[in-house]
C-alpha cells in the first residue's frame, strides 16, 4: 500500500512564505513524476508543479517566478516552496505521484493541505 501525506499548509500573509512537503511511503519500486496540485472553492483542481524523476519541471504561469519544485529521491518526497503569496493561491494543495509498485504503475494522491494567504 502507498501513502502520500503532506505537511506545510496553514494561514500566511500576503507577501509571505510557505513551504509544502509531501512524503510518499510503502512498497515503491519507482517514482516517475511527482506534482502539485490546488483547488480553490468553486473552482477545478489544477497543476502547480511538477517534477520528473530527471529533475525536469514545469509549473502554471500564475507560479512562474515564485515557486519552485525540488524532491529528494533517496526520500522520496517532493517539496514545493512558495514565495510572494498571493490571496488567489488560496487552496488546497494535494501532492500527486505517478509511481510503480512492486506489481503495477498508477496516479497516488495526498490527502491535501490548506493554504491561506490573508491578512
Known amino acids: 500500500q502507498v501513502q502520500l501525506v503532506e505537511s506545510g499548509g496553514g494561514l500566511v500573509q500576503p507577501g509571505g512564505s510557505l513551504r509544502l512537503s509531501c512524503v510518499a511511503s510503502?512498497?515503491?519500486?519507482?517514482?516517475?513524476?511527482m506534482g502539485w496540485y490546488r483547488q480553490a472553492p468553486g473552482k477545478q483542481r489544477e497543476l502547480v508543479a511538477l517534477?520528473?524523476?530527471?529533475?525536469?519541471?514545469n509549473y502554471v504561469n500564475s507560479v512562474k517566478g515564485r515557486f519552485t519544485i525540488s524532491r529528494d529521491n533517496a526520500k522520496n518526497t517532493v517539496y514545493l516552496h512558495m514565495n510572494s503569496l498571493k490571496p488567489e493561491d488560496a487552496a488546497v494543495y494535494y501532492c500527486?505521484?505517478?509511481?510503480?509498485?512492486?506489481?503495477?504503475?498508477?496516479?497516488?494522491w495526498g490527502q491535501g493541505t490548506q493554504v491561506t494567504v490573508s491578512s
Open positions: 500527486h505521484a505517478d509511481l510503480w509498485t512492486l506489481f503495477r504503475s498508477g496516479d497516488y
Open positions: 510503502g512498497s515503491i519500486s519507482r517514482i516517475n513524476a
Open positions: 517534477i520528473t524523476s530527471g529533475g525536469s519541471t
